[in-house]
């Protein structure tokens, strides 16, 4: 059973930082790319970032309002993804997602989900 | 805002047919993908591919589209079906990378 569980969540000052992770099982975590995803309450979804697989370099990529900001990393000995989050400004609250992404030649699509982490940025 | 346009709202009776429509006019022929998230949650994968079901979800979910469309069709309504629907499209071309619609949200009469 494909299993993504998020932790680390929890309320942290305007300008703080914050690291989040994501413990996978399952599934073959080394051969996956790993996004994150975002939900601020009562709102959409909202790609943060993505993580490809050693494969393909360990690349990153991220939304503009995260670039510079956050950071996502991962450890393929520990199956395990991480997003550093920098500089958080209250509109960073929301609860994260991170999510297994399928990717073929036509395009990416998340097969899991977590339950998700609620980051809290308040003064 | 989102570049994929989705209806804030849809709602439908029991037993009928709901139809979620998703705007994809500046991404060209991209694939579609359907995710469903009920309150408190996680969302979950509903369609791929435009129009290919996970394992595991009903034959009552079906999907398509046209190129500046992409729609969810759900047959035979239940009230087991009122929660948010987001559609997704991959974008290689730009930094956005990926773009989820703003949501559309099923209530069952």
């Known amino acids: 059973e494909v299993q993504l569980v998020e932790s680390g969540g929890g309320l942290v000052r305007p300008g703080g930082s914050l690291k989040l992770s994501c413990a996978a099982s399952?599934?073959?975590?080394?051969?996956?790319?790993i996004h994150w995803v975002r939900q601020a309450s009562g709102k959409g979804l909202e790609w943060v970032g993505r993580?490809?697989?050693?494969?393909?370099?360990?690349?990153?990529a991220y939304a503009a309002s995260m670039k510079g900001r956050f950071t996502i990393s991962r450890d393929d000995s520990e199956d395990t993804s991480y997003l550093q989050m920098n500089s958080l400004k209250t509109e960073d609250t929301a609860v994260y997602y991170c999510t297994k992404a399928f990717c073929s030649g036509r395009s990416c699509h998340y097969d899991y989900w977590g339950q998700g982490t609620l980051v809290t940025v308040s003064s | 805002s989102s570049l994929l346009t989705q209806p804030p709202s849809v709602s439908v009776a029991p037993g009928k047919t709901a139809r979620i429509t998703c705007g994809v006019n500046n991404f060209g022929s991209k694939s579609v993908h359907w995710y469903q998230q009920k309150p408190g949650q996680a969302p979950v994968l509903l369609m791929y591919d435009d129009s290919d079901r996970p394992s595991g979800i009903p034959e009552r979910f079906s999907g398509s589209n046209s190129g500046n469309t992409a729609i969810l069709t759900i047959s035979r309504v239940e009230a087991g079906d009122e929660a948010d629907y987001y559609c997704q499209v991959w974008d290689s071309v730009t930094d956005r990378i990926v773009v989820f619609g703003g949501g559309t949200k099923l209530t069952v009469l």
């Open positions: 399952g599934f073959t975590f080394s051969g996956s790319a």
């Open positions: 993580i490809r697989s050693r494969l393909n370099g360990y690349a990153t």
